[in-house]
């Protein structure tokens, strides 16, 4: 599932919108914050921010600037009644911005954007039900459970597929997520220590086999090496 928020002071906006996104998107799950600073406390946990330029707590475009440098991945979309801010909103990484009265047609255009940037760093993975989207920048690793997958998170939360993980190796990125063990693949980018035999992320360690050690050293270095680019 997707998440999104909405951050507005006016709190007949925020059902509202919140109502026509639901009724739009079924894999879309949206929240609503009154107050940006309570957002901002959670917004690593959203992909998708629309933020109301004009706030209480002053302006949403300095608000949503701070919350960028630390949220790279958030798609943010501005929202306010006037236009004049049209240039202003330049100054902060965003994917769209909307005027009030929203109409749905322009809801539609601004999420199917955050969507299709989104869709480059999800794991779609189709599941009784409909589809489950997992963000990859949010995975620490995945572990094979049986014949299912357990979706480990940087955050510490988890959740479970019903596929092998095989199967879900074969949709990941090998630049990205390397196999370290039977029943393990980790997102490279979120080791914090590794040795021959085991690696860290976090305060978790994984096992490293000795089938796995080479190709887990080489994609560890590769990794090194983009990074300095």
């Given at each position: 599932?997707?998440?999104?928020?909405?951050?507005?002071?006016?709190?007949g906006?925020?059902?509202?919108?919140?109502?026509?996104?639901?009724?739009?998107?079924?894999?879309?799950?949206?929240?609503?914050?009154?107050?940006?600073?309570?957002?901002?406390?959670?917004?690593s946990?959203?992909?998708?921010?629309?933020?109301?330029?004009?706030?209480?707590?002053?302006?949403?475009?300095e608000?949503?600037?701070?919350?960028?440098?630390?949220?790279p991945?958030l798609?943010i979309?501005f929202?306010?009644?006037?236009?004049?801010?049209?240039?202003?909103?330049?100054?902060?990484?965003h994917s769209?911005?909307?005027?009030k009265?929203?109409t749905?047609?322009?809801?539609?255009?601004?999420?199917?954007?955050?969507?299709k940037?989104?869709?480059?760093?999800?794991?779609a993975?189709?599941?009784?039900?409909?589809?489950?989207?997992?963000?990859?920048n949010?995975?620490?690793?995945?572990e094979?459970?049986?014949?299912?997958?357990?979706?480990?998170?940087?955050?510490?939360?988890?959740?479970?597929?019903?596929?092998?993980?095989k199967a879900?190796?074969?949709?990941?990125?090998s630049?990205?997520?390397?196999?370290?063990?039977?029943?393990y693949i980790?997102?490279i980018?979120?080791?914090?220590?590794?040795?021959?035999?085991?690696?860290?992320?976090?305060?978790?360690?994984?096992?490293?086999?000795?089938?796995h050690?080479?190709?887990?050293?080489?994609a560890?270095?590769?990794?090194?090496?983009?990074?300095?680019?």
């Open positions: 599932m997707i998440r999104a928020a909405v951050i507005d002071d006016d709190p906006f925020c059902r509202e919108l919140r109502e026509r996104i639901t009724e739009l998107y079924d894999n879309i799950e949206i929240d609503c914050f009154l107050d940006i600073d309570d957002f901002s406390d959670h917004a946990e959203y992909n998708i921010a629309v933020i109301d330029i004009l706030l209480k707590e002053g302006s949403g475009i608000h949503a600037k701070r919350i960028a440098e630390s949220c991945a798609e979309i929202v306010s009644i006037e236009r004049d801010f049209f240039q202003e909103v330049y100054s902060v990484r769209y911005f909307l005027t009265p929203v749905d047609d322009m809801l539609r255009s601004a999420l199917d954007v955050c969507l940037n989104l869709g480059s760093r999800m794991l993975i189709k599941r009784r039900g409909g589809t489950l989207y997992i963000d990859l949010r995975v620490a690793y995945f094979g459970i049986l014949k299912k997958t357990a979706v480990h998170y940087i955050n510490g939360a988890e959740e479970h597929v019903g596929m092998p993980l879900v190796e074969e949709m990941l990125d630049k990205h997520f390397i196999r370290t063990h039977q029943s980790v997102n980018r979120k080791i914090t220590y590794i040795r021959t035999s085991e690696l860290m992320i976090g305060d978790t360690r994984i096992p490293i086999s000795r089938r050690r080479s190709s887990v050293s080489e560890v270095d590769m990794q090194l090496m983009r990074s300095l680019v």
